[in-house]
């Protein structure tokens, strides 16, 4: 598990560069005394691993830009993949206030030729944008949704995509949550898409941290959304990470046959496949313990399997004997 003594530990992603594995993770200091002040005091961390269990802590990535910048409240959630010219590119949401104070994100990105050394390119790359996506101005949501890039290449070779946390501008308030959809030619200029899912009487408010994977010949789709910001058809399932079942990594995506992997103890589950054993596993930050409380700290790994038709955290002794992962 990774876990700091004297900072709040939650939202995070990997990158695999073939000899270690990054985790940059969102924190904030333990000072503010109340966690859910964590947001507007985040900074993007970075700690190294060989084997996903033993982490150890390295310079930051990221901090809030300056005064009028888009990231000049908070640095949130991203993902990061190497470019065709060699570079990594970290793509994050960033967090700033508009009149009224309420929060605006917008995706931007930073370089680096090792993972380690990072700087920001200058602004945002893309931001939510009528028609397709709900804006601060419809008065409808606590924020202007458009966070949490999760960037991988196109399957078919044609550029690079980007799916973002983001909201529909019609429908039910608690079912609007979509993923939005990007797409790039090189990484760095990006066009804005219509959405791939749509809002939905069974849907949530909000769709976190989203992830695409084909898991041992099945694609899938990976989300977070606690019940308090889902519909009400989806309050008795109490779940913290779903999943969706998908026909490609592009969709399409069946919001409504959404199911939990994880209950609202664990959040932000994210897939990583083990390079030695090609073995997926499921990670995810610790959220609430038995009395209600945030904790914090990203879980040890948890091996998954397809189980019935869904993806499942299994225990070791199950998977012994099951056919090697594809």
Not at 43 to 57: E, I, K, N, P
Not at 102 to 122: C, E, F, H, M
Not at 139 to 154: C, I, L, N, S
Request: with cysteine; aromatic share 12%.
């Amino acid at each position: 598990m990774f876990d700091l003594s004297s900072s709040w530990v939650w939202d995070y992603w990997f990158a695999d560069d073939g000899e270690r594995y990054h985790l940059f993770f969102l924190y904030a200091s333990r000072a503010l005394h109340d966690p859910e002040a964590r947001h507007y005091r985040a900074s993007v961390g970075h700690a190294v691993s060989d084997d996903l269990v033993t982490w150890t802590r390295v310079a930051d990535a990221l901090v809030r830009g300056e005064a009028g910048s888009f990231d000049d409240l908070a640095t949130w959630t991203g993902s990061t993949v190497r470019g065709a010219d060699g570079l990594w590119y970290l793509f994050y949401t960033g967090s700033t206030l508009a009149d009224g104070g309420k929060n605006i994100q917008r995706v931007g990105y930073a370089t680096s030729p090792d993972l380690v050394v990072w700087t920001k390119a200058p602004g945002s790359v893309v931001e939510a944008a009528a028609p397709w996506y709900e804006t601060i101005d419809s008065g409808a949501w606590h924020d202007e949704a458009f966070r949490d890039p999760w960037v991988f290449p196109d399957p078919g070779g044609d550029g690079w995509h980007m799916l973002v946390t983001a909201r529909a501008p019609e429908g039910p308030v608690f079912g609007r949550g979509v993923v939005g959809h990007a797409w790039s030619p090189d990484l760095r200029t990006w066009e804005l898409r219509p959405p791939l899912t749509a809002p939905s009487e069974k849907g949530f408010g909000q769709l976190e941290v989203t992830q695409v994977e084909v898991v041992d010949g099945r694609p899938v789709l990976l989300f977070s959304c606690l019940a308090e910001h889902g519909m009400p058809a989806r309050a008795p399932e109490r779940g913290g990470t779903w999943a969706v079942p998908a026909e490609s990594l592009l969709g399409p995506f069946d919001i409504e046959a959404a199911y939990p992997i994880t209950d609202e103890s664990l959040y932000v589950g994210r897939l990583l496949r083990r390079r030695d054993d090609g073995q997926w596993l499921l990670f995810a930050f610790r959220h609430l313990d038995g009395e209600g409380a945030f904790v914090g700290g990203v879980t040890d790994p948890m091996p998954v399997a397809w189980v019935d038709d869904r993806l499942t955290v299994v225990d070791d002794a199950r998977l012994e004997g099951a056919p090697a992962p594809a």
